[in-house]
């Protein structure tokens, strides 16, 4: 019995490390920084920005034309000091909002964000209706018992008791 | 009126379903186009020639940008069709040679005809990141005003031409007409 159990968790062990080190494969490039806070800047950038040719790499991710081309982009644009909203705007004028791992806060993005907020809301009021409603049924149910309920069950228990 | 409340989870189940089901035919590969109205970008750069070219040697008339490479596989299944266009003289086509390298770019004209008018080289990809680029073969429409006014992802066939191109260019003359 114990065995499976080994083997699974042995085997989720190993995919998780698999996928720790694919998140870790990003493309190492030679760009050069005046300073630590540009290449803070620059890796930060590149992970959030989406490589618009693949469906699920960001640009420093991705060994794709197109993402080492913008990583290009970024770096030119850091070392020309421009700020990260000014490069984000940039991205966006050329590609949309596909590009954003972290959609724009907007009127048509607003459910997008807060959408699970509502959903943890509506959950929580089913939960604490539900738990409402069986307290109301526990407090109902220690009630008083009527006398004839009383007799009956202690009729029914000195049967029971009679005959074990 | 309370008996209602036990359809909720179908009824939230169906709609939940029927968003999925849409879902499940949306083509997540298609990026939001937004450059649509919007002028070309400008541009000086060289052919794959080598000479000298800018927005102002591009088409009085509508015209096509067609994004290609060497490399492109469909891009040699819509050649046809672009050649087609251009000796019929149908619409003018321009390309954009898009990240590919030179002497094999004039090879490729060489080997399988040129339709363009000529061909903007651009190895880095610059001119390709001003126009939302993300991979050969694209094809813009432009119209005689320099503004993009359709943007096709996707080989362009004989099929495509009918079926979105030419609508599209009917209605684009129809709305400068007048």
New interface residues.
């Given amino acids: 019995m114990e065995k499976p159990i080994a083997a699974v968790l042995c085997l989720a062990t190993v995919l998780a490390a698999l996928l720790a080190m694919q998140t870790g494969y990003a493309q190492v490039d030679t760009f050069e920084f005046e300073t630590d806070e540009q290449q803070r800047r620059f890796r930060q950038l590149s992970d959030e920005l989406r490589c618009?040719?693949c469906?699920n790499a960001n640009l420093s991710g991705s060994s794709g034309?197109?993402a080492e081309?913008?990583r290009?982009?970024i770096h030119r644009m850091i070392i020309e000091g421009m700020s990260n909203a000014e490069i984000e705007q940039f991205m966006?004028?050329?590609?949309?909002?596909?590009i954003f791992y972290r959609p724009r806060l907007r009127s048509d993005t607003l459910l997008l964000w807060f959408g699970p907020l509502i959903f943890l809301v509506i959950g929580g009021v089913v939960a604490w209706t539900i738990s409402r409603r069986a307290r109301q049924t526990d407090a109902a149910n220690t009630e008083q018992l009527d006398p004839n309920q009383q007799q009956r069950l202690d009729k029914l228990l000195k049967n029971g008791e009679s005959r074990s | 009126m309370s008996k209602l409340k036990y359809f909720i989870p179908v009824i939230a189940f169906v709609a939940l379903a029927l968003v999925l089901w849409r879902g499940l035919y949306l083509d997540?590969?298609e990026?939001?186009?937004?450059?649509i109205d919007k002028p070309l970008p400008e541009f000086a750069m060289t052919t794959v020639e080598d000479s000298e070219i800018s927005n102002a040697d591009l088409p009085d008339s509508m015209f096509l940008l067609n994004v290609w490479g060497s490399y492109c596989l469909p891009c040699l299944v819509e050649h046809p069709t672009l050649m087609r266009l251009a000796e019929e003289g149908e619409i003018p086509v321009v390309g954009v040679n898009y990240?590919d390298r030179k002497e094999l770019a004039l090879d490729w004209l060489d080997t399988n005809g040129n339709p363009f008018e000529f061909s903007i080289y651009d190895d880095?990809?610059?001119l390709?990141?001003?126009?939302?680029?993300?991979?050969a073969p694209e094809t813009y429409l432009v119209d005689g005003n320099g503004v993009i006014r359709y943007r096709h992802v996707a080989v362009l066939d004989e099929q495509v031409w009918q079926e979105v191109f030419e609508p599209a260019i009917a209605e684009l003359n129809a709305e400068s007409a007048p």
């Fill in positions: 618009p040719q469906q034309g197109v081309d913008l290009r982009e966006f004028e050329r590609y949309g909002d596909f | 997540p590969k990026l939001p186009s937004m450059l990240k880095l990809g610059r390709g990141i001003d126009l939302g680029v993300y991979g």
